[in-house]
């Protein structure tokens, strides 16, 4: 069994900063690619960043320049700071994550709950 917990969601007006959190527990030996993406009202879930186990990292294009994803691997959590909120930034903000589970030999991926980012104008 694995989890992922994210929090650090709210609301802020626009030009202000959040950090999201999220934490991996369970039987886990490795965690590969760990990603947040987003999904707007009325609007499909897309990729916001990306970090490998060696910390190479991509970007939406919406987000470079603001957005900052980190992550402490002897904590198996994933961190995206974020700056100049605009108020299209607003969505639920989701933590995804390729584990590799004890005795299982293959990555497989895991969602978190999604935590609620409003930017007000």
């Known amino acids: 069994q694995v989890q992922l917990v994210e929090s650090g969601g709210g609301m802020v007006q626009a030009g202000g900063s959040l950090r999201l959190s999220c934490a991996a527990s369970g039987s886990i030996f490795k965690i590969d690619v760990m990603a947040w993406y987003r999904q707007a009202a009325g609007k499909q879930r897309e990729l916001v960043a990306r970090?490998?186990?060696?910390?190479?990292?991509n970007y939406a294009d919406s987000v470079k320049g603001r957005f900052t994803i980190s992550r402490d691997n002897a904590k198996n959590t994933a961190y995206l700071q974020m700056n100049s909120l605009k108020p299209e930034d607003t969505a639920v903000y989701y933590c995804?994550?390729?584990?590799?589970?004890?005795?299982?030999?293959?990555?497989?991926?895991?969602w978190g709950q999604g935590t609620q980012v409003t930017v007000s104008s």
């Open positions: 970090i490998t186990s060696g910390a190479g990292t």
């Open positions: 995804n994550a390729d584990i590799i589970r004890i005795g299982v030999p293959i990555a497989l991926p895991s």
